[in-house]
């Protein structure tokens, strides 16, 4: 299976990493502060969401609405 | 061409559809956030008072049985200090005092300053009870106040709302995170759907400019597009200054030959397909350069670009060879064939109006001349455009009935004796005047009016015939036809039609049918002949002898007269030969059993000389002009 054609630029994919790790950080560290399982594992699918995409650098967000911010 | 292309993709819409929905999730979040905040205090408050309560009756019961069992008021405080109650004490209560007389007393406990309170509870002089709220150096404290039943002390306690900030704190937590995670969520959702939205929207729009630029039948770019490509073009020759002398391309308006006939004898669904046919014949014999257009009707055009200085004759010509070519549709083969007009730009007109008027009528003279294709000459401008402009104005023409029969005797020889007429049309051109058929046929036949504009004719001849009957004259007319009129099917029924309308006799009706080159095939005419006969409708051949095919009708039709060409008539008297032909002619339509009907009698000679070679039949100036019904009228018995 081929990867879908990239539609995320650098500053867009850091900013992803960036925000994912530091989601699952807190959910898991912080977990006696958020104070409810449903809210951590909605964290935690969120940021993992977000680092999947960090990874390939395709957003199926993007491609449904034909957003690209990707440069060569 | 990208600046042709009509894009209409609105980004604009689309921001606002996203920051709309995105203003309206973040105005959601906060009414969520601080009604629910809001509603998380108010909840936590009320359980805090509530409990706050049960402690202060606890303490003020316990206080109440001390004072009843202690006496000596020094006592007190140390019986206080040394109860059960105090030692359970929960730290929250920051204040509890205990007054005497409206005056502080003890002050079993006192973290904070209460002189507020008690001022507070003087202005008020003291109820039974009483209670409120205050914010001391960010602490949100609560108080409660009540005197003993007897009056003999009363109990003032503070509590520290510390409870409410945990729980505040716990729910703002989850607060913010869900607002968040929804907040993400609705970015979600409103690009998506802003995306949908601006897709719909472009598509509508896309569609639209479709149609609008292009042919619904062929799938072809249409007048519409033309007119903005060639706009675009011509201000961007007018940028780079290009010389003129050099023709930059050519406007080809192609015009099939015989379609009307297509669409008449076999309907609109195959005339349609045909026009498709040809379409997309016409978009293999062009370059991506060019630009067909289907102009309306059977009528094409092409914008020839001619950058590359290509030689245009070869092209033409391979487009009328495409367009020749046999399309086989229901059944049958179709030869419709084409007639190109050509006219270069710049050098035959600048705007597009003027080459389109060219080209137009170079089309016509290739019609006219039967040549395929003719290239615009200003040469002869007027006459063509004279009759370009009169073919735009043939169907109003005869809607307003414009056009009026005039009628020729024909007389019996030798006595000159009348014994019936032709009705021929003439025009009455509000500016051009009266016109004869020799300028306007040729128009109407290449027009489409021609059915119309044949109805018209018949339907006037019976009207007239009718006419004359009533007033006690019976008089055979005759109307002249077209070979086109033969294709139509309703031709006959129409023809019986108004004879039982108008309550004429078959028999005082005879149909000309003039022998044309463009009658292709036999097998039609033989029909309508024969259909014709079956009604009682009498037939002749006009014009006979110039045809090239005259003797095959001859054989093949069923006619009661052959009229002889005028050409032959004209020429009888000092060209022997001529008069050798016509009296073949006459002798052999005899053993034929035809009448025989001789044209263009100009002069008595003639009309002698007709007599002597049998026939018994003539038409022409010597016997009578076409006249206007008021001038013949007399005439007929």
């Not at chain 2, 920051?19 to 105005?27: C, E, F, H, P, T």
């Not at chain 2, 609705?186 to 759907?193: D, T």
Request: charged share 20%; net charge negative; proline share 3%.
């Amino acid at each position: 299976m081929t990867l879908p054609k990239m539609n995320l630029c650098k500053l867009d994919r850091v900013i992803r990493g960036v925000l994912s790790v530091a989601l699952i950080i807190f959910a898991v560290f912080w977990a006696d502060k958020i104070g409810d399982v449903l809210l951590q594992t909605l964290i935690i699918v969120f940021a993992v969401l977000n680092l999947i995409s960090f990874a390939i650098g395709w957003c199926p967000v993007y491609k449904l609405a034909n957003i690209s911010t990707f440069k060569d | 061409m990208s600046n042709l292309d009509v894009s209409i993709s609105d980004t604009s819409l689309r921001r606002r559809l996203l920051v709309g929905s995105i203003s309206l999730a973040i105005a959601v979040s906060i009414i969520f956030i601080v009604v629910a905040y809001r509603l998380a205090s108010d909840l936590a408050e009320s359980t805090e008072v509530k409990e706050f309560n049960k402690q202060f009756q606890w303490v003020f019961g316990e206080l109440e049985g001390l004072y009843s069992e202690i006496e000596d008021p020094d006592k007190l405080l140390t019986a206080v200090l040394n109860a059960p109650f105090y030692q359970s004490l929960e730290s929250d209560l920051v204040a509890v005092e205990i007054l005497v007389n409206n005056k502080l007393q003890y002050q079993i406990r006192n973290t904070v300053d209460t002189t507020q309170i008690i001022e507070e509870l003087g202005m008020l002089n003291f109820p039974i009870n009483a209670n409120g709220a205050m914010d001391v150096n960010d602490q949100h404290l609560v108080w409660q106040f009540q005197r003993s039943s007897d009056n003999t002390f009363s109990l003032l306690v503070v509590r520290k709302i510390s409870g409410l900030e945990d729980a505040l704190d716990y729910i703002a937590n989850r607060l913010s995170i869900t607002a968040f995670l929804t907040f993400w969520l609705a970015i979600w959702a409103a690009l998506v759907m802003s995306a949908l939205i601006t897709k719909r929207f472009e598509q509508n729009n896309e569609k639209l400019a479709y149609l609008a630029m292009h042919d619904s039948l062929t799938g072809l770019k249409n007048r519409t597009y033309l007119v903005e490509f060639f706009n675009s073009q011509h201000a961007e020759r007018k940028n780079t200054e290009l010389s003129t002398d050099v023709n930059s391309s050519a406007l080809l308006m192609i015009d099939l030959n015989k379609f009307k006939d297509v669409n008449d004898t076999f309907g609109h669904t195959t005339g349609d397909q045909l026009i498709q046919v040809i379409a997309l014949r016409l978009k293999e014999a062009i370059t991506k350069k060019d630009v067909l257009v289907r102009y309306g009707g059977d009528e094409f055009v092409i914008l020839l670009n001619l950058d590359d200085s290509r030689d245009v004759i070869p092209l033409v010509s391979a487009i009328l060879i495409c367009c020749g070519q046999p399309v086989p549709l229901a059944n049958t083969q179709f030869e419709v064939g084409a007639s190109i007009g050509v006219a270069y730009y710049p050098q035959d007109g600048e705007i597009l109006d003027t080459l389109f008027k060219h080209a137009d009528i170079a089309m016509y003279q290739a019609k006219k001349l039967r040549t395929g294709f003719e290239f615009y000459q200003k040469q002869l401008p007027d006459f063509s455009e004279r009759q370009v402009l009169l073919r735009g104005q043939l169907s109003q023409a005869i809607e307003s009935q414009q056009f009026i029969l005039v009628y020729q005797p024909k007389v019996s020889l030798p006595d000159g004796k009348l014994i019936g007429l032709e009705a021929l049309a003439r025009w009455q051109h509000p500016v051009e005047g009266l016109l004869s058929p020799a300028e306007f046929i040729d128009l109407i036949e290449q027009s489409g009016t021609i059915h119309s504009f044949s109805r018209f004719v018949i339907t006037e001849a019976i009207r007239q015939a009718s006419e004359w009957l009533a007033g006690g004259k019976s008089i055979p007319i005759s109307i002249n036809l077209s070979a086109y009129n033969l294709t139509d099917v309703e031709l006959v029924p129409f023809f019986k039609q108004q004879l039982d309308h108008y309550q004429v006799p078959a028999h005082l009706l005879e149909v000309e049918l003039t022998e044309s080159a463009s009658m292709a095939d036999i097998k039609i005419t033989q029909n309508a002949f024969a259909q014709l006969h079956s009604l009682g409708i009498k037939l002749s051949i006009d014009d006979f002898g110039t045809g090239m095919s005259s003797f095959a009708y001859l054989r093949e039709l069923d006619m009661d007269f052959v009229k002889i060409d005028r050409s032959f008539v004209a020429t009888m008297l000092d060209d022997r030969r001529n008069e050798l032909v016509i009296k073949g002619l006459i002798s052999m339509c005899h053993s034929l059993e035809k009448n025989v009907i001789a044209e263009g009698i100009e002069t008595e000679a003639q009309a002698q000389k007709l007599f002597e070679l049998g026939c018994r039949i003539g038409q022409g100036y010597f016997f009578g002009k076409p006249s206007f019904v008021s001038d013949i009228t007399p005439r007929i018995s």
